[in-house]
């Protein structure tokens, strides 16, 4: 399942990340309103999202804020949560293949946003790319091994 949610700068770019899911027959879940308040905050976004994305091994997140950056980092914070901002297919493709992202973050206020066949591309290369395994075992081990350094405060 692919769990979908927005700040007020992203309403409508999730909801066009929305149709698409839906054209491709992609199971989603969307975790915010659509109803715009500029008052809403990105880590709240970002909690709601990956919380729903850590209650399955094969789920993944779209995590949309103005610059793709903000909730990026709220959702890194998250243990678990390996969340990417792509501005395009590749950046998509190797977030999926080499570090096994769950999280795609997308800036709605960025040019790129406007076009409708770009954000395609970049959403569909993240869901269709799988983690390659092998060598970067060692290092989301490391990752891992950080998100342990933190939990005992060291
Ligand atoms: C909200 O105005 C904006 O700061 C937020 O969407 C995001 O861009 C933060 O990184």
């Known amino acids: 399942m692919v769990v979908i949610g927005s700040d007020h700068t992203g309403i409508e770019l999730k909801k066009r990340i929305i149709n698409y899911l839906y054209k491709e027959h992609i199971e989603y879940a969307d975790v915010t309103k659509d109803s ?42 998250l243990r678990g949560i390996r969340a990417a901002v792509c501005t395009d297919e590749y950046m998509a493709e190797y977030a999926r293949r080499d570090n096994d992202a769950n999280v795609l973050c997308l800036g709605a206020r960025l040019k790129i946003a406007e076009d409708d066949d770009k954000i395609e591309t970049i959403v569909e290369s993240f869901i269709n790319n799988f983690y390659d395994g092998g060598r970067h075992d060692r290092r989301l081990d490391k990752i891992r091994n950080i998100e342990e350094m933190n939990r005992e405060g060291r």
């Open 36 to 77: 715009y308040n500029p008052e809403d905050d990105y880590p709240d976004i970002a909690l709601s999202v990956c919380s729903k994305v850590l209650l399955a091994r094969n789920n993944l997140g779209i995590a949309i804020c103005g610059t793709g950056i903000g909730i990026s980092i709220a959702c890194n914070k």
